[in-house]
């Protein structure tokens, strides 16, 4: 069965960075689009970012625009995002997700079928 496992989430400082790591296995990782959301408390789960199964097309929130990088290592069956220039705001707990069909990245939560476990990550001020 396929299997999504987070890691890289920890404490950092406004303005710092954190790497999250997304292992994937059980089925062919290269063939299928990957994303993150994350869901802050008392909030829904919301979009981060996306890309598709070879890294060449790429979606990011706004809110995450210009500081966040995803990206992906087909070989190591990983998907990463690359968080720079933290804000408070960015506290919550992230997920790493992929579709039951399809390469093409999307935003809508909907689209997706199979979720990590969530990794947390607290900015503070």
């Known amino acids: 069965q396929v299997q999504l496992v987070e890691s890289g989430g920890g404490k950092v400082q406004a303005g710092g960075s954190l790497r999250l790591s997304c292992a994937a296995s059980?089925?062919?990782?290269?063939?299928?689009?990957m994303g993150w959301f994350r869901q802050a408390p008392g909030k829904e789960r919301e979009f981060v970012a996306a890309?598709?199964?070879?890294?060449?097309?790429?979606y990011y929130a706004d809110s995450v625009k210009g500081r966040f990088t995803i990206s992906r290592d087909n070989a190591k069956n990983t998907v990463y995002l690359q968080m720079n220039s933290l804000k408070p705001e960015d506290t919550a707990v992230y997920y790493c997700?992929?579709?039951?069909?399809?390469?093409?990245?999307?935003?809508?939560?909907?689209?997706?079928?199979?979720w990590g476990q969530g990794t947390q990550v607290t900015v503070s001020s």
């Open positions: 890309i598709s199964w070879s890294g060449g097309s790429r």
């Open positions: 059980g089925r062919t990782f290269s063939s299928y689009a």
């Open positions: 997700a992929s579709p039951f069909v399809g390469g093409l990245p999307s935003p809508s939560k909907n689209e997706y079928g199979y």
